[in-house]
């Protein structure tokens, strides 16, 4: 990723921080088109690989092979058949997949176990390992044809992998499974990659391939998508055949457990860092259910609030708080949480005899605001008011006005302010008051 100065690099590894440390330990498996092995952007793929195992992460690669058996198969003027969308493997076919398969397989572990000169990971060494590590079955019969050797993973040899992956070896997953009677088969990346996140618990399922692009109603790109939204987009039947199984296999897997799929294009060589390490990301993020929950604040929050409110506070939009000041009130705080990182908090300090609270202390972090995280933090305000019967709420504000109005505020008299709240009100700052009824 570019990070032309100094202030930059500091900026986006602090930002980075929390998911590095969310990171550590996690198991993540990829899944891509034998393709990529040769494609400009390979190397910075090992490179960012380097870069997730020095900080701990658990790493298993499954690469696919139908591409290049197709184009091998055509060039040998031998036909393909398929039933169903699943293509008829006979022998001469699985011939072509054994050649095929093993290339990439070598080229793989040959580009894996390369030294990186001149670049910083300079010396790091890859250790990978590769074995019988799918047991398959057929695919079988379908609609009165029989697939031959096209097969399914039938499981997982978690055992195995978990120790190689305890050994901070990479594990490689060819498209090659094997029956218990010593049968091989052809299978596909995705339904490899999909039992392999499930059965190893993986924290993260992500396929590298060609761009997705979503837009919202308002013309926004769709970072993240819950499962039954992407099985709607599937039933419609817009997508491509390459991203259609993909997005298939998201679904699945969200649904068995695997809390985060990614989708993140393999032609742009900043995406994966950029996917895992900010907020907004550079791919297409899938869950079973939101990432993002707002909560009570704990003690644990303090820093990351100071952290939130410090560039309002240099730009004179938020008062000035000290440390102590937000340790006193934290019970009064609520923060954004957007996959299990802090983005955002808020404040509702209760004048009890005057019934009316005070909304204090909004920021949300810039990379977060355009999706909404100030009126996600407002409504929660807003139930905490209706549950303890708190009718209305007031805001101070120098430069947000518009904002609140968009949501319901309207100007208030500062002489209406509750005593002890108009007491310590700054002439110097001449904050407009405006308030909401609630109840």
């Known amino acids: 990723m570019e990070v032309p100065t100094n202030k930059h690099l500091v900026e986006w590894f602090r930002t980075a921080a929390p998911y590095i440390r969310m990171h550590k330990n996690k198991t993540f498996v990829f899944a891509f088109d034998g393709s990529l092995v040769n494609s400009p952007n390979f190397m910075s793929f090992i490179h960012d690989l380097n870069i997730l195992t020095s900080i701990g992460i658990k790493i298993v690669l499954v690469h696919g092979s139908l591409k290049e058996i197709r184009s091998l198969s055509k060039k040998k003027q031998i036909s393909s058949h398929f039933v169903r969308d699943h293509q008829i493997i006979d022998k001469t076919m699985l011939s072509i997949a054994q050649e095929v398969s093993g290339k990439i397989r070598l080229e793989l572990e040959a580009k894996l176990s390369t030294t990186l000169p001149n670049s910083p990971m300079e010396g790091s060494n890859i250790r990978v390992s590769s074995g019988n590590f799918i047991f398959a079955r057929p695919v079988g019969v379908i609609d009165g044809v ?52 499930i059965s190893l618990r993986a924290d993260k399922l992500i396929f590298l391939t060609e761009p997705l692009h979503f837009e919202d109603r308002h013309f926004q790109q769709i970072r993240e998508m819950y499962a039954e939204h992407v099985k709607t987009i599937i039933d419609s039947g817009t997508l491509s055949t390459n991203l259609a199984p993909i997005l298939e296999s998201a679904v699945k897997a969200c649904n068995s457990g695997v809390d985060r ?14 996917e895992l390490f900010t907020h907004k990301g550079m791919g297409i993020l899938v869950t079973k259910s939101s990432t993002e929950s707002v909560r009570r604040a704990t003690p644990s929050d303090i820093d990351i609030i100071l952290e939130l409110i410090k560039p309002l506070q240099e ?15 934290i019970l009064d705080f609520i923060v954004l949480e957007h996959d299990k990182t802090v983005v955002g908090c808020a404040a509702l300090h209760n004048f009890v005899e005057e019934k009316i609270g005070e909304l204090a202390c909004l920021a949300v972090h810039k990379s977060y605001r355009d999706a909404g995280g100030g009126t996600k933090l407002l409504k929660k305000i807003e139930k905490i008011c209706k549950e303890n019967k708190v009718p209305e709420i007031f805001a101070l504000t120098t430069q947000s006005s518009h904002w609140f109005i968009q949501h319901g505020f309207s100007e208030k008299k500062l002489s209406q302010l509750p005593r002890k709240r108009l007491a310590m009100y700054n002439n110097g700052r001449n904050s407009k008051t405006l308030s909401k009824k609630i109840l």
């Open 146 to 197: 029989d697939t031959l050797y096209a097969g399914e993973t039938r499981k997982i040899d978690v055992e195995a992998i978990s120790d190689k992956l305890q050994n901070e070896e990479i594990v490689l997953l060819s498209p090659m499974g094997f029956s218990s009677t010593g049968e091989m088969f052809l299978l596909n990346k995705e339904d490899i990659a999909v039992n392999a996140a």
């Open 315 to 329: 730009t004179q939009i938020l008062t000035i708080r000290t440390r102590e000041e937000v340790e006193l009130a």
């Open 261 to 274: 799929v990614h989708v993140v294009n393999e032609g742009d060589s900043d995406a994966l860092i950029t």
